[in-house]
Every structure is written in structure tokens, then in C-alpha cells.
């Protein structure tokens, strides 16, 4: 099964140089240099991360990031328009010249990439504000605006600069509290450390309270933690706070960490007439919030797939990959992030921050 894992990816990579070569109207040697280059830097990514792009200078670890991870979405969609090339060829609704040595071939696939992930980067940089208003029988001393952001990837792509602005737009809000459910961090502490986003976490104007992703774990946890102490957050490791004597913020350790608790563990001695809200990373098994009395759950992880056709793939591995849920009595939602993962592109997806009305 592993061995097919790795199988289909290589057979899709080498289909997808194999079209390139062939649709490019070039001489012998300017084809296989695109074809070497295309490979190389797929490569590239993997050596780059096996190796680490914490030992190259700043600039260069930036560039070999962003490169390195937009050329994987760009090889997928490649991959999707060669086969469905091949497909009308074969139905002859477009004439077989045009998938060997054509200039109209190369410019229709040139055009339709650059389109394509134009809209998406455009599309990334735009942050939605998604509204909520939730009303409670619980008894609440007042109505509570909160900001919710999951997903942040801070790191060589999403830099210091970057962060400040999404710090400026969440203030704005004038939320009673900040919650953030997960991967502050990208893939290593070393860049944001170099940066001293740390000291942006510091401008924000109310409280911030967040829970461990997975990535905290793929960045180094101990390395993690530090850079939370430094940014003054207040992580919830597998513990709650009770906010204003009215709300009860539960942060739940990610499902990485094998010896979690239980959210009946962590929610033990906890009065059950407060509204509680549950910040854990991964939106999986969501019946035991609902079993465990959460009034709201707030998730992100997904991403929502980042780009379609993605986003089908993560609609078929959880009960809920985006958006509102219910089950019971309890409140989801489940976020798509305010940053991501590799390539700058939102493509049937978008990037958001959520605002909570809480009111009875």
C-alpha cells in the first residue's frame, strides 16, 4: 500500500514532463531543460525540507519555500488539464497537433496556469470576515464579541510584515478575546524567531488564548513553546480558563500528541452552567464535544484543501472539513484558516477569520 502511495505521485510527475516535452514548440535541448527544471524542482522541495531551509540565509530559504511548494500546486493542475487535453483529443474535439510541438497548445495551457493561479493568489491575500451569532440559555453578564483565526503558518512565506496586517485587521474588531485553534507556526520557530514576530503578538488588543496544532510538533514543541512564552500567549495545554466568570475556554493538546486527554478530563471540577468553548485542531471525532456537554467547538487544520479539487478530498475524510456544524446541542466551526500551508493560492476555497457574536 505504501509502495502505491508513492507510485501514483512519480507516475503522475513523469506524465505530466512527458506532455510538457511534447506540447512545447522548442528545439531537443531547450525541451528537456524544461523538463529537467520541472523535475529538479520538485525534487528540490523534498531535499530542501530533509536537509532544512533553516541552514540557508533568510532570502534564499524564502524563495526555495515558495517556489519549491507553488510549483506542487501547479504541477496538480497541469496534471488535470494535460488529461483532460488527452481526453478530448481522444473524443476528437481538439485536433492532436495541438499536444505536440503547437505554440497555440503551449499558450492555451501558459494562459489558463497563469489565470488560474493569479485568481489564486489574489484570492489568498483577501481575507474573509466570517460572522456568527450565537444565542445561549446559559447565563451571561454580557454579550461577547470573540475572534476566532485558525491556521496562521507563520514561518519563511507568512512573515513578520504579513502578520502585522492581520494583527491591525483583527483589532479592529475590539473582540473580548482572541482564540486560535492551532499551527501559529509553519515548519521551524528559526524565521520567526530571526524576525521577532513574537513582539506582534503583542500588539493585539484583547487577550489571546490558543491550543497546539500539528505543526507545532513538526516545528519542534519544546521550540514552540518558546516562542508562545515570548509572543505572551496563553496556551491551553489540555486545561481550561475561565474567562470574566462567565466563559469557559477549554484547549485541547492536537491529536499528535497520543497521550491527550480526554475532553471529559479536561473539563473536570469545571462548572457545566458556564458556556464552554473548545479550541482543538483537528476536526476529528466530533461527537465527543457534543457527548462531553461543549457548547461551541472551533477546528481548523483542513484548510479546506486549499485549492480545488483538494477540498472534495477533504470533504470525504471528515464529517465536516468547513463551515458550521451542529450535532446536538453543540455549535462547530470549523475554519479554513487565515494562512496556509505552501503556495500563496486560495483556489475554491478562501482565507478568513471569524467573529462570534455571543449573546443571550
Same mark, same amino acid.
Given at each position: 500500500?505504501?509502495?502505491?502511495?508513492?507510485?501514483?505521485?512519480?507516475?503522475?510527475?513523469? @506524465?505530466?514532463?512527458?506532455?510538457?516535452?511534447?506540447?512545447?514548440?522548442?528545439?531537443?535541448?531547450?525541451?528537456?531543460?524544461?523538463?529537467?527544471?520541472?523535475?529538479?524542482?520538485?525534487?528540490?522541495?523534498?531535499?530542501?525540507?530533509?536537509?532544512?531551509?533553516?541552514?540557508?540565509?533568510?532570502?534564499?530559504?524564502?524563495?526555495?519555500?515558495?517556489?519549491?511548494?507553488?510549483?506542487?500546486?501547479?504541477?496538480?493542475?497541469?496534471?488535470?488539464?494535460?488529461?483532460?487535453?488527452?481526453?478530448?483529443?481522444?473524443?476528437?474535439?481538439?485536433?492532436?497537433?495541438?499536444?505536440?510541438?503547437?505554440?497555440?497548445?503551449?499558450?492555451?495551457?501558459?494562459?489558463?496556469?497563469?489565470?488560474?493561479?493569479?485568481?489564486?493568489?489574489?484570492?489568498?491575500?483577501?481575507?474573509?470576515?466570517?460572522?456568527?451569532?450565537?444565542?445561549?440559555?446559559?447565563?451571561?453578564?454580557?454579550?461577547?464579541?470573540?475572534?476566532?483565526?485558525?491556521?496562521?503558518?507563520?514561518?519563511?512565506?507568512?512573515?513578520?510584515?504579513?502578520?502585522?496586517?492581520?494583527?491591525?485587521?483583527?483589532?479592529?474588531?475590539?473582540?473580548?478575546?482572541?482564540?486560535?485553534?492551532?499551527?501559529?507556526?509553519?515548519?521551524?520557530?528559526?524565521?520567526?524567531?530571526?524576525?521577532?514576530?513574537?513582539?506582534?503578538?503583542?500588539?493585539?488588543?484583547?487577550?489571546? @488564548?490558543?491550543?497546539?496544532?500539528?505543526?507545532?510538533?513538526?516545528?519542534?514543541?519544546?521550540?514552540?513553546?518558546?516562542?508562545?512564552?515570548?509572543?505572551?500567549?496563553?496556551?491551553?495545554?489540555?486545561?481550561?480558563?475561565?474567562?470574566?466568570?462567565?466563559?469557559?475556554?477549554?484547549?485541547?493538546?492536537?491529536?499528535?500528541?497520543?497521550?491527550?486527554?480526554?475532553?471529559?478530563?479536561?473539563?473536570?471540577?469545571?462548572?457545566?452552567?458556564?458556556?464552554?468553548?473548545?479550541?482543538?485542531?483537528?476536526?476529528?471525532?466530533?461527537?465527543?464535544?457534543?457527548?462531553?456537554?461543549?457548547?461551541?467547538?472551533?477546528?481548523?487544520?483542513?484548510?479546506?484543501?486549499?485549492?480545488?479539487?483538494?477540498?472534495?478530498?477533504?470533504?470525504?475524510?471528515?464529517?465536516?472539513?468547513?463551515?458550521?456544524?451542529?450535532?446536538?446541542?453543540?455549535? @462547530?466551526?470549523?475554519?479554513?484558516?487565515?494562512?496556509?500551508?505552501?503556495?500563496?493560492?486560495?483556489?475554491?476555497?478562501?482565507?478568513? @477569520?471569524?467573529?462570534?457574536?455571543?449573546?443571550?
Amino acid at each position: 500500500m505504501r509502495f502505491l502511495f508513492l507510485l501514483i505521485p512519480v507516475a503522475a510527475i513523469c @506524465y505530466v514532463m512527458v506532455r510538457i516535452y511534447n506540447i512545447l514548440p522548442f528545439s531537443f535541448a531547450v525541451k528537456t531543460l524544461a523538463v529537467v527544471l520541472g523535475s529538479g524542482i520538485f525534487v528540490s522541495m523534498f531535499v530542501s525540507f530533509i536537509i532544512g531551509l533553516d541552514k540557508l540565509p533568510m532570502n534564499a530559504a524564502t524563495v526555495v519555500y515558495e517556489v519549491t511548494t507553488s510549483w506542487l500546486f501547479i504541477l496538480l493542475y497541469l496534471l488535470m488539464i494535460f488529461l483532460l487535453m488527452d481526453i478530448l483529443r481522444l473524443c476528437r474535439i481538439i485536433p492532436r497537433e495541438w499536444l505536440f510541438s503547437s505554440v497555440k497548445g503551449s499558450l492555451i495551457v501558459t494562459g489558463i496556469i497563469f489565470a488560474v493561479f493569479l485568481y489564486g493568489n489574489i484570492r489568498y491575500y483577501h481575507k474573509d470576515r466570517v460572522a456568527l451569532s450565537v444565542k445561549t440559555e446559559k447565563k451571561l453578564q454580557k454579550p461577547y464579541k470573540i475572534v476566532m483565526i485558525s491556521d496562521l503558518h507563520l514561518g519563511y512565506h507568512n512573515q513578520r510584515s504579513t502578520f502585522a496586517k492581520w494583527v491591525d485587521m483583527i483589532n479592529k474588531e475590539n473582540a473580548d478575546f482572541i482564540l486560535i485553534a492551532g499551527d501559529i507556526i509553519d515548519i521551524s520557530t528559526h524565521p520567526i524567531n530571526l524576525q521577532r514576530s513574537y513582539e506582534e503578538f503583542k500588539r493585539f488588543n484583547a487577550p489571546v @488564548y490558543a491550543c497546539l496544532g500539528n505543526h507545532d510538533y513538526i516545528s519542534g514543541l519544546d521550540k514552540a513553546l518558546e516562542f508562545y512564552r515570548k509572543a505572551g500567549i496563553n496556551l491551553l495545554i489540555d486545561t481550561c480558563y475561565l474567562f470574566n466568570n462567565d466563559i469557559l475556554i477549554a484547549g485541547r493538546n492536537d491529536r499528535s500528541d497520543q497521550s491527550r486527554k480526554t475532553i471529559p478530563q479536561i473539563l473536570q471540577w469545571q462548572d457545566k452552567n458556564k458556556y464552554s468553548i473548545l479550541i482543538d485542531h483537528q476536526p476529528y471525532n466530533l461527537e465527543q464535544s457534543q457527548q462531553a456537554g461543549i457548547d461551541f467547538q472551533f477546528s481548523g487544520h483542513t484548510h479546506y484543501g486549499q485549492v480545488f479539487p483538494i477540498n472534495l478530498i477533504t470533504n470525504a475524510v471528515y464529517e465536516k472539513a468547513y463551515g458550521k456544524y451542529k450535532k446536538g446541542n453543540t455549535d @462547530y466551526y470549523i475554519s479554513s484558516g487565515l494562512g496556509i500551508w505552501g503556495g500563496k493560492f486560495r483556489i475554491g476555497t478562501k482565507s478568513e @477569520y471569524t467573529v462570534l457574536e455571543l449573546h443571550n
